[in-house]
Every structure is written in C-alpha cells, then in structure tokens.
C-alpha cells in the first residue's frame, strides 16, 4: 500500500501545483480520481509522476487502491433491516441505490439476517466466496424477501480482473455488529485471495477494487455497472416513493441528475420525492429550482434538513403512511 500512497500524493501535489487558474477541492480523493480517469480516458502515455514514470492506468490503479483501503472499515451499522420492516408493512419494497463504496448498508441487513443482493453479478458462474464459503450475493435460508443493493460506482468488496468482475463477501452474520470491519484483510492477502479463489486464472493475475470514479469512465462498458445502471433505472421507474438521504448532488457527479431523469421520464406512479440533508433549505433552494420544475416541486418533491443518522432512526420506528 506503501507506493499506492506515495503515487497518490504525488499526484495531488501535481494536481495542487496545477492549480493557478482553477479552485480545485483535491484534497477530496475523488476529485483526484476523476482527474485521473480523464487522464486515461485521453489516451495519454506514461508521465511523470513524483520521481517516477506512471501511465494513468496505473495511477487509478493506485488511487482506487487508496480508496479501498479508507472505506473497506467502518463502525456500527444503520437501521436498515427495521426501514425494510416498515415499507413491506405498507405493501411496497424497498430497493437500496448507493453511489457509497462501503459496506455500511450490507452489514446493517446481515446483521438483521435479511437477504440482499447485488444486480449484476446474479449470472456470475465462478463467485468469490468469503473464508466462511458464504454465498456472494444472496444469504439464503433467512427469508424470502430479498433487497436489491444496486452500488453505481462500486464497493470495497467487488474486484475486476481483466476482463471479469466478483464480489467478495467478507460480513458475517455471526459476528456482532460492534466488531464488524468491513474485508478485514490488507491488499495482499485480498490479491492473494482473489487470485486462489480464481484457480490461478490469467484475468486475475493482477486484480484491483473495482470503484469507479463519479463519471463514465472505461469502467462504464463493464456488464455488472450496466447491470447496476439498469437496475436503478427501474426501480425509480417502479417506485412510489423516492427518498435521497445525504446525497447533495455534487458538481462531479453529473450522471445523478440524468439517471433521475430517465428512471423518473416514465413512472405515472410516484408519489413523492424527498431529498433530505443536513444543509438548511435556504442552501438548497437554488440547486432545487435549477433540478425540478415548479409545477412538480409543488406537488411531488420536499426537502427536510435533517441529518442522515436521525432520519434513517425516525424511519425506521415510524409507519411509512406517517413518514414526514
């Protein structure tokens, strides 16, 4: 992990060194991430690097990496069993879209013993399989119904190879949630891991955490993102309710604003759709108007300010039908 750091902070002190003209967040690793996606996307060859030579292929390798390594642990879990509980009462289902690369969401159904699964990876003939040979997608045997967790930029727990992707699934159910930490394991041991689970197949010979910058990279042609991509599409195109939790669209994340609109192009259904953040509205209220027109604002959309944690605790004590 050692170099992965050194190419990524180099690269940061590039990018920073670039930045006469332009305000840049780079300390934000995504921002970097993008920059680096564009870098390969352009086709440019090796380039300096700190005091070394990188293709940018190898420098989003790095910086995905660095990434893995930050979100792969995590603490507690969120009440996500209990929401599920309240919107099946109601007769509806409950579908999980996240452009989050943890496994907060996982942990939190896992503890609960409720079944989730990932869109993309159900034709998958060859799965990674955890220590414990649990199943990839689905925990079966715990209940019928199954929450899709549709990840469009990825997780800490899906690694692509060459040509092919897998999940690998390290939460067990067993392990009280105070204690779960994500993978558990240092990149080594997961390449390793990667690689025996494979049987020594050369499209694992060198695998990397399949996260995906916020834009449509090369990584946009893989079947499991398409996958992911169109499962999202229908379910805002199936919902009755839209709830965006802690999202506030931010300026590198363009593909948000369209994936709405074509999930949303054709639901005659939709009863409301709430954005819930910890800004207050008044900070809102310009990227509101320029996201939704009027008529629909009036009728369909509400804001709460409200932070993430509280809200998804209110809603997992209270009846969908009183939801605010």
Same mark, same amino acid.
């Given at each position: 992990?050692?170099?992965?750091?050194?190419?990524?902070?180099?690269?940061?002190?590039?990018?920073? +060194?670039?930045?006469?003209? *332009?305000?840049?967040?780079?300390?934000?690793?995504?921002?970097?991430?993008?920059?680096?996606?564009?870098?390969?996307?352009?086709?440019?060859?090796?380039?300096?690097?700190?005091?070394?030579? @990188? #293709?940018? $292929?190898?420098?989003?390798?790095?910086?995905?990496?660095?990434?893995?390594?930050?979100?792969?642990? *995590? %603490?507690? !879990?969120?009440?996500?069993?209990?929401?599920?509980?309240?919107?099946?009462?109601?007769?509806? /289902?409950? #579908?999980?879209?996240?452009?989050?690369? +943890?496994? @907060?969401?996982?942990? #939190?159904?896992?503890?609960?013993?409720?079944?989730?699964?990932?869109?993309?990876?159900?034709?998958? !003939?060859?799965?990674?399989?955890?220590?414990?040979?649990?199943?990839? /997608?689905?925990?079966?045997?715990?209940?019928?119904?199954?929450?899709?967790?549709?990840?469009?930029?990825?997780? @800490?727990?899906? *690694?692509?190879?060459?040509?092919?992707?897998?999940?690998?699934?390290?939460?067990?159910?067993?392990?009280?949630?105070?204690?779960?930490?994500?993978?558990?394991?240092?990149?080594?041991?997961?390449?390793?891991?990667?690689?025996?689970?494979?049987?020594?197949?050369?499209?694992?010979? +060198?695998?990397?955490?399949?996260?995906?910058?916020?834009?449509?990279?090369?990584?946009?042609?893989?079947?499991?993102? =398409?996958?992911?991509?169109?499962?999202?599409?229908?379910?805002?195109?199936?919902?009755? =309710?839209?709830?965006?939790?802690?999202?506030?669209?931010?300026?590198?994340?363009?593909?948000?604003?369209?994936?709405?609109?074509?999930?949303?192009?054709? %639901?005659?259904?939709?009863?409301?759709?709430?954005?819930? $953040?910890?800004?207050?509205? #008044?900070?809102?209220?310009?990227?509101?108007?320029?996201? *939704? =027109?009027?008529?629909?604002?009036?009728?369909?959309?509400?804001?709460?300010?409200?932070?993430? +944690?509280?809200?998804?605790? @209110?809603?997992?004590?209270?009846?969908?039908?009183?939801?605010?």
């Amino acid at each position: 992990m050692q170099e992965s750091y050194e190419v990524m902070f180099d690269f940061y002190r590039r990018c920073r +060194d670039s930045s006469w003209a *332009f305000i840049r967040n780079w300390e934000n690793i995504e921002e970097l991430y993008t920059q680096a996606d564009l870098l390969r996307l352009s086709g440019v060859d090796l380039m300096p690097i700190g005091r070394r030579l @990188v #293709s940018p $292929d190898e420098l989003c390798k790095h910086i995905s990496w660095c990434i893995w390594e930050m979100y792969r642990t *995590f %603490n507690g !879990t969120r009440p996500w069993a209990n929401i599920a509980r309240m919107v099946e009462n109601a007769g509806l /289902n409950l #579908s999980i879209i996240t452009t989050n690369y +943890d496994l @907060v969401c996982e942990a #939190s159904l896992v503890n609960e013993m409720r079944c989730f699964v990932y869109p993309g990876f159900e034709k998958l !003939t060859d799965r990674l399989t955890s220590e414990l040979k649990q199943p990839v /997608n689905i925990y079966p045997d715990v209940d019928k119904n199954v929450i899709p967790i549709i990840k469009l930029h990825g997780s @800490v727990n899906w *690694f692509q190879g060459k040509k092919k992707w897998g999940a690998f699934n390290g939460i067990d159910s067993r392990i009280p949630h105070s204690k779960l930490s994500g993978l558990g394991f240092a990149r080594a041991e997961m390449v390793n891991i990667c690689k025996e689970q494979r049987g020594g197949d050369a499209d694992w010979s +060198d695998p990397t955490p399949a996260i995906i910058p916020p834009m449509l990279g090369k990584s946009s042609s893989a079947p499991v993102i =398409q996958q992911n991509w169109r499962a999202a599409i229908g379910a805002l195109t199936r919902a009755r =309710q839209v709830w965006i939790i802690g999202y506030s669209f931010p300026a590198t994340d363009a593909f948000m604003l369209r994936l709405l609109t074509e999930g949303l192009a054709e %639901n005659t259904d939709l009863e409301k759709l709430i954005i819930s $953040d910890i800004q207050k509205h #008044s900070e809102w209220e310009g990227r509101l108007s320029s996201m *939704f =027109q009027d008529s629909f604002r009036k009728q369909s959309q509400r804001y709460i300010s409200f932070a993430s +944690d509280g809200l998804l605790d @209110v809603l997992s004590q209270t009846k969908l039908d009183e939801w605010p």
